[in-house]
């Protein structure tokens, strides 16, 4: 106040502005107010400073204002003489302040930002070594908050090895010496930190102590490095290893394991399996690392070129074992990699809902397939429909079992089935539940199989009907020879009887049917036991030639009953494709009605007509007879018994169901319905129907 | 006399076994064509035979099958089961046949056998 009350007092002096002024004009001013503010006095107050000077007035209190006029920086200082009613105002230039001001806060921002971002570490201490500031760096690098680490001492964050060299640190700053040194650190969690420090000790105006600052680099890593090789090149004398130290000419120094292994000694050349990478490590002052095949081993060799130096120091490292094991890896992977492109079985891995991780190719070309079309596609949609909802449970089998083996078939793109047996096994790919599927291709196994069964059944079926030929032939062969033998004992017996005459004539007739049904039935066993061999030798057979033949026979057989036998026919060509056997059957239907008939008169009625079946021509054979029946649940069962349970009904001793058989060999049908339709107990109606040929005389 | 039934699907047997038998002065009641024929034939007869003559393979109901219906009915009657098969032979023995004859046999034979096994039906029914 008392320079302001010193310029006031000789204002035209002064070298800033000065002014007077009431609320509502100028009442006084200097020249230099004059010139910088374009005023003079009785002049209106300008709107800049109305308020303030209103308000200094009002409220009797200084006012400063700052205006910027032409680029300079003013600051006005308004003085109220409040019981005058006016104002007093002194100007001056405050540019330079300003400029200076600006400076300043922005050389502060920049250097906070440095030091909240930089990537070195800050850390002040008071003169009594209590940390006062760090930088977020700094705070973690030893993985603290700032906050934390304010206000706590330096030896805070150090062992005691440490506190003693900070000890004697501390002494060097206060002596005022700034110096760079390593430093371990202890981190909050406890584990080491290797720093480099540039330290500056701080002083007040008077050079007396009050603290340091240290800018602090982490340097853990190169520091592990650093000890990595000098655990290396420690003791290099005694490293199992090769060590040489070398120019790009000769050996300075070397190792007896790099002596032996590249016969060299100290002043040699270089060995020729490291002279380019030695040069380019020294020219370019790049670590060289290198792999060298050296006789049957590998080593690797790191060359450290030694800066402002001409030589380089190596350390090599036998990586034979190393190598070894990565090729095995490699040869292994190399290996099933083959296996997996090259196997003969489809190989899949899929997961645990049939997508899959992975295909051979035999995968994709056996199923025509591209491995694209797969990969995105799910194994249901390879299998066949009928398998296709199995898929998911096998798999899940798999899983559970860890290993399963299942029959089922692929799809093939072009509609192709492809019988497989698939192994499917539980494994992990890339750490996920996985199932591993081999797939085989067992056609030709499938085939064999077929093959194997069906010559297994004609084989069977061979041995039953040779069972049931030698069942048939004995037993009728043997009531043959008991006729022959019955007649003959009987007409020995009537040999003086002459009113027997008449019973040995019948007798010796019998017998004489006998022998001839003998013949037969051996021709018809041999020809039964052809049957298969029949089927291929079909010729034109005149259908009611030989039905005519049959049904004298069987009158001739059954003379001993009241048998009347009625064919019925629209015309008289009837020709079928049949061999001998056609009258057999002819001969075991009427058998079989005789036979299963109680009445006193046999009635049998054949009837012989035409019928148009899936546009072929066929001849319809209907026997009808007056007999006990066949209930519904026997008339499908008569035709299927085995060769084993076939009973001999007459001659030669067919049943029906070979009947049936040889009725197929013709390609025809055999069946039985009630003669009365509904009423099994009226008698039976045997049908046969049997492709007509068309017959040329 | 006494009363023979003749059981057997071959008509040729069923002419000579009733020959041969009425020549040796026995009384066939009958010949039946197949087991069925011949258990309904037995249950009817008003005096039932002391001995029958029984085919064992015959359509519709064999000889073994009859052979145990008749016996349950009548288990004294006396059986003479024949046949090629001789396979059946313990079988039937076991079930209660009287005597097993093998096909072809001597005519003489059967009628011992229908003879004895008359003498010992007569004799079972008289204890």
């Known amino acids: 106040m008392k320079n302001l009350e010193d310029l006031a007092k000789f204002p035209s002096e002064n070298p800033n502005p000065v002014l007077r002024a009431t609320k509502n004009e100028i009442r006084y001013i200097n020249k230099v107010g004059e010139s910088l503010l374009s005023l003079k006095e009785g002049d209106k107050i300008p709107k800049i400073f109305q308020n303030d000077i209103s308000e200094a007035l009002d409220k009797n209190i200084l006012k400063t204002l700052e205006i910027d006029i032409d680029k300079l920086n003013y600051v006005f200082e308004i003085s109220p003489i409040r019981k005058e009613g006016y104002v007093n105002i002194y100007g001056r230039n405050i540019t330079e302040r300003k400029m200076a001001e600006q400076k300043l806060k922005e050389s502060e921002k920049k250097y906070r930002t440095l030091i909240e971002n930089a990537q070195e570490g800050i850390w002040t201490i008071d003169e009594n070594s209590i940390t006062s500031f760090v930088n977020p760096r700094m705070a973690e690098m030893l993985g603290y908050a700032q906050d934390e680490m304010l206000g706590k001492h330096l030896f805070d964050f150090m062992d005691e090895n440490g506190i003693e060299i900070a000890k004697r640190n501390l002494e060097r700053r206060k002596q005022g010496i700034e110096e760079q040194h390593d430093f371990e650190f202890l981190k909050k969690s406890g584990t080491r930190i290797y720093a480099i420090l540039e330290t500056s000790p701080l002083s007040d105006e008077e050079g007396n102590y009050k603290g340091a600052v240290a800018f602090v680099s982490d340097i853990t890593m190169r520091k592990t490095a650093e000890k990595t090789i000098l655990n290396l090149a420690k003791f290099p004398s005694e490293n199992p290893f090769p060590v040489l130290r070398a120019t790009k000419e000769n050996i300075l120094y070397t190792n007896k394991a790099a002596e032996d292994l590249f016969s060299i000694k100290e002043g040699s050349r270089l060995p020729q399996e490291l002279l380019e990478w030695i040069n380019q490590a020294i020219d370019l002052d790049t670590p060289r690392l290198v792999e060298v095949d050296i006789g049957d081993k590998t080593f690797s060799f790191n060359i450290l070129a030694i800066k402002n130096q001409d030589y380089a120091n190596i350390y090599g490292r036998d990586i034979t074992e190393r190598k070894t094991a990565e090729e095995k890896i490699r040869e292994s992977e190399r290996k099933y990699r083959l296996l997996f492109e090259n196997a003969n079985d489809a190989i899949s891995i899929l997961d645990l809902e049939g997508n899959f991780f992975e295909v051979n190719n035999l995968y994709c070309t056996r199923l025509g397939y591209t491995r694209e079309e797969i990969m995105k596609s799910n194994v249901r949609y390879f299998e066949i429909p009928e398998y296709a909802d199995l898929v998911l449970g096998r798999l899940l089998d798999a899983k559970e079992k860890g290993f399963n083996v299942i029959e089922t078939a692929h799809m093939a793109k072009d509609g192709r089935i492809i019988p497989v047996e698939i192994s499917c096994r539980s494994i992990l790919y890339n750490k996920k539940p996985a199932i591993l599927t081999i797939a085989r291709d067992i056609t ?67 017998i004489k049917k006998q022998v001839k049904r003998g013949g037969t039935l051996v021709s ?143 390609h025809g049908e055999i069946w039985v319905e009630d003669r009365v339709k509904g009423d099994y107990t009226k008698g039976s109606n045997f049908i046969l129907l049997i492709p007509e040929v068309v017959h040329n005389g | 006399m006494d009363k023979v039934f003749i059981v057997e699907d071959e008509p040729m047997l069923r002419l000579f076994y009733t020959q041969i038998l009425e020549e040796y002065g026995f009384e066939v009641l009958g010949a039946a064509k197949n087991g069925d024929e011949a258990i309904s034939m037995f249950e009817k007869f008003p005096e039932k035979p002391l001995v029958i003559i029984m085919d064992y393979r015959m359509p519709i109901k064999n000889g073994i099958e009859a052979l145990q219906d008749i016996l349950k009915i009548d288990k004294n009657t006396k059986i003479i089961i024949t046949s090629a098969d001789t396979s059946i032979k313990e079988k039937v023995l076991s079930l209660g046949a009287c005597s097993f004859k093998e096909k072809p046999f001597d005519i003489d034979l059967l009628v011992a056998n229908v003879q004895k096994a008359c003498i010992s039906s007569k004799s079972l029914l008289a204890t």
């Open chain 1, 444 to 510: 030709e196994r499938k085939s064999a199989e077929i093959k194997l069964k069906k010559s297994e059944a004609t084989y069977r079926e061979a041995y039953n009907r040779a069972e049931f030929y030698k069942d048939i032939f004995t037993h009728d062969i043997n009531n043959i020879l008991q006729n022959i033998s019955n007649g003959i004992q009987l007409n020995e017996m009537y040999l003086n009887k002459p009113d027997k005459s008449e019973k040995v004539r019948r007798n010796i007739n019998i």
């Open chain 1, 524 to 666: 018809n066993i041999r020809k039964l036991s052809k049957l298969t061999e029949f089927e291929s030798k079909l010729h034109n057979t005149d259908l009611l030639d030989v039905l005519n033949k049959s049904v004298s026979y069987i009158e001739n057989t059954f003379a001993d009953r009241n048998v009347k036998i009625q064919v019925e026919v629209n015309e008289n060509n009837y020709f079928i494709q049949a061999n001998e056997l056609l009258e057999d059957i002819f001969d075991n239907i009427l058998t079989n009605s005789i036979n299963y008939n109680e009445k006193d008169n046999i009635e049998i009625s054949i009837k012989i007509s035409r019928e148009l079946e899936d546009n072929i021509n066929k001849v319809k054979m209907q026997f009808i007879d007056n007999g006990i029946g066949i209930t519904n649940e026997r008339k499908q069962q008569i035709f299927e018994r085995g060769y084993s349970e076939i009973t001999s009904v007459h001659g030669m001793g067919l049943g029906l169901s070979l009947v049936k058989k040889i009725v197929e060999s013709y």
